[in-house]
């Protein structure tokens, strides 16, 4: 039988170490959220927009908002670890309801992962050393492992670095593109231009999607629950700040680029960001961009990582998967066995996966946890909790199911064949769980 992983509590000997405040907590999730995608993300909404860039960022951001008004009433209402899952197992008490949407959002983490790994080990790589692909991913991921080991806070911390890092570099391309538009060389004309051989509302609804994706990564932080040090104050602040954030630095990285470099040319251009750099025609070292790159990579796929071990985590406690899953190191208490099944997964993963097939599946898993989200809050609107928490209208959850479903048939049909796999590998391990959970049963008879 398993436990009830809605209201079960952490042991005071065996739970997770609340060592996370409101700042690390904002940091998490800005650099989640500021990940690798805005490096690229440009010119591919500018394929489809032209230079009206500005448009499907606002409109994924309303969407964004929408679902982390969601999540901010849920965690706040539940603030324990395993995040999506155990707020189905609240809203319908079905265990196999609760493990899959636990090991999408799990499998999700894994996935992105691996695909930042093979990111890492690509062109960025290249430009800086010549070695092998495959051997540096390895070689990536067991040195974040090794730091996912070591302990939430250090994590964390090695995160705060690198977002610092990476957010310095989108606030160069920022002033890079003032110092064009103040010697009047900018062209602030093509930000009202569409592309001309797309409709307008068929670009924006596509470069919407695109943009949807830059903003994943809040989703992450519910995960984080229970090491957070009061989280009904501390997650609204750092999840609606963050999110602002990312949107401030995404228009402004937009707007920017627009008037700097002609969005024909973004739109068929591999590192946007760079060729914006160098059009400025102000002398920056462009080796310094594939460095920066290199930094928002990896504090992207250790993010996840720590996300995705900490889901195996709150499922074991829950019953849902083996108990071997919820064992901590005894001074670090970090959850070591999550943390290495989650490091070796990733490894084939990267080995066997395509870096764009494997994004796509992250879009399409986590579309699937948010959908499970949203329907929970309306079931769970009329639960009672004796602790203050957040709380939004009835019409927030509603209006992002509708976001969620739009969003979810933009997506391929071989993208959904790999969601399918997920589902048929994770309904096997969750049988084997069940099985081992009745030997154990009645051995104690």
């Known amino acids: 039988m398993t436990k009830d992983i809605s209201t079960a509590e952490p042991s005071t000997e065996g739970g997770l170490k609340r060592a996370i405040g409101t700042p690390l907590l904002y940091a998490f999730i800005v650099g989640d959220t500021l990940?690798?995608?805005?490096?690229?993300?440009?010119?591919?909404?500018?394929?489809?927009?032209?230079g009206v860039i500005w448009l499907p960022l606002l409109i994924a951001l309303v969407v964004a908002l929408l679902t982390a008004g969601t999540y901010a009433e849920l965690i706040t209402k539940y603030p324990h670890a395993g995040g999506a899952a155990r707020y189905a197992d609240r809203a319908f008490g079905i265990p196999y309801v609760s493990f899959l949407v636990g090991f999408l959002m799990m499998a999700?983490?894994?996935t992105t992962a691996a695909a930042l790994a093979n990111a890492f080990a690509g062109d960025y790589l290249a430009a800086l050393i010549d070695v092998p692909s495959g051997p540096a991913a390895v070689v990536f991921i067991v040195l974040l492992t090794l730091i996912n080991l070591r302990g939430v806070r250090e994590s964390l911390t090695a995160n705060l670095v690198a977002s610092v890092i990476e957010v310095s570099g989108l606030v160069l391309v920022i002033v890079l593109a003032a110092v064009v538009l103040g010697s009047g060389n900018g062209q602030p004309a093509r930000l009202l231009e569409f592309a001309p051989d797309v409709p307008p509302l068929q670009g924006a609804f596509a470069a919407s999607v695109i943009a949807f994706f830059s903003f994943l990564g809040f989703e992450s932080a519910a995960n984080m629950a229970e090491e957070v040090r009061n989280p009904s104050r501390a997650y609204p602040r750092a999840l609606f700040g963050a999110i602002g954030t990312a949107a401030v630095v995404y228009l402004l990285i937009a707007l920017g680029a627009v008037i700097v470099l002609a969005p024909s040319e973004l739109a068929v251009s591999t590192g946007p960001l760079l060729d914006v750099v160098k059009a400025s025609g102000i002398a920056v070292p462009t080796w310094?961009?594939?460095?920066?790159?290199?930094?928002a990579i990896a504090n992207g796929a250790l993010l996840f990582m720590v996300m995705a071990s900490r889901v195996g985590y709150g499922l074991a406690e829950a019953d849902l998967l083996p108990r071997a899953f919820a064992r901590v190191l005894p001074n670090r208490r970090t959850p070591f066995v999550s943390i290495l099944v989650v490091a070796a997964l990733t490894i084939v993963l990267t080995l066997?996966?395509?870096l764009a097939t494997l994004a796509e599946t992250t879009v399409l898993l986590l579309l699937l946890v948010f959908l499970s989200a949203n329907v929970s809050l309306l079931v769970l609107k009329k639960d009672k909790v004796e602790h203050a928490h957040f709380s939004v209208p009835r019409i927030v959850p509603i209006l992002a199911i509708i976001a969620s479903i739009a969003l979810l048939t933009q997506q391929t049909g071989v993208v959904w064949l790999g969601a399918l796999a997920y589902v048929a590998v994770g309904s096997l391990l969750f049988l084997a769980a069940r099985a081992g959970r009745k030997r154990e049963a009645r051995a104690t008879r």
């Open 108 to 110: 999700s983490g894994i």
């Open 35 to 50: 990940g690798a995608g805005i490096y690229t993300l440009v010119g591919t909404m500018s394929a489809d927009v032209g």
């Open 352 to 354: 066997t996966g395509e």
């Open 288 to 295: 310094l961009f594939g460095l920066i790159a290199l930094v």
